[in-house]
């Protein structure tokens, strides 16, 4: 009587370390190809990424440093430089999904600001902006302790305060722009820009 094995795929690489098999097999198989893809790629580009292309799926990984959402948002970022912005788009959200903390949230939203910027899309910039700036206050801690006490620029508000003007939203605007100064976020050109809005609330 014949016995019939079954070969069992090894679930083991960085999808074992970071508790995404489940996540991946229910992809698509595109979308599968695609997160292969763009891991093994940058494996090539970024010398300073800790992995190769054998880590993907096999052997016994150790993750320092990542996290499910900040290991998918560096894939995201792969392919915003190679252009595949549809793709970027959509590890971004898959990464936004599993953020674990609105600093988090807020790293993956700023980029995706920025990926919305190069496409020319004013509504998905306004969408990814003002999530990020409703959520400044949830991540502003975090964000000072990673930048060592300054907060630094936040891209996602400079656009969002040049949206509300190119709206006619002056007043919202300009009360956006002075409530982020006074909790010490940078702004490039700040009194050009109030003295602009205050003409023109």
Not at 109 to 117: E, G, R
Request: hydrophobic letters at 40%; charged letters at 35%.
């Amino acid at each position: 009587m014949l016995r019939v094995f079954k070969i069992f795929r090894e679930k083991g690489g960085i999808l074992k370390a970071l508790d995404l098999w489940d996540w991946y097999e229910s992809l698509s198989h595109k979308e599968q190809k695609s997160v292969k893809y763009y891991f093994s790629l940058k494996t090539i580009k970024n010398l300073r990424f800790p992995f190769r292309a054998k880590h993907f799926d096999s052997g016994e990984v150790e993750v320092k440093g990542y996290t499910r959402c900040t290991f998918l948002g560096s894939l995201a970022q792969t392919a915003l430089l190679e252009g595949d912005y549809q793709t970027a788009e959509w590890l971004y959200l898959q990464a936004l999904g599993f953020a674990q903390n609105a600093l988090e949230k807020h790293l993956v939203l700023n980029d995706l600001v920025m990926l919305a910027q190069k496409i020319k899309d004013f509504e998905k910039m306004e969408k990814y902006a003002r999530t990020d700036v409703e959520l400044f206050k949830e991540y502003k801690e975090d964000l000072k302790q990673k930048n060592g006490g300054k907060l630094g620029r936040i891209n996602s508000l400079e656009v969002y305060v040049y949206l509300l003007e190119r709206k006619g939203k002056r007043r919202e605007a300009l009360e956006l722009l002075e409530e982020f100064v006074r909790e010490g976020v940078e702004y490039p050109f700040y009194e050009d820009v109030r003295k602009r809005l205050l003409q023109s609330a």
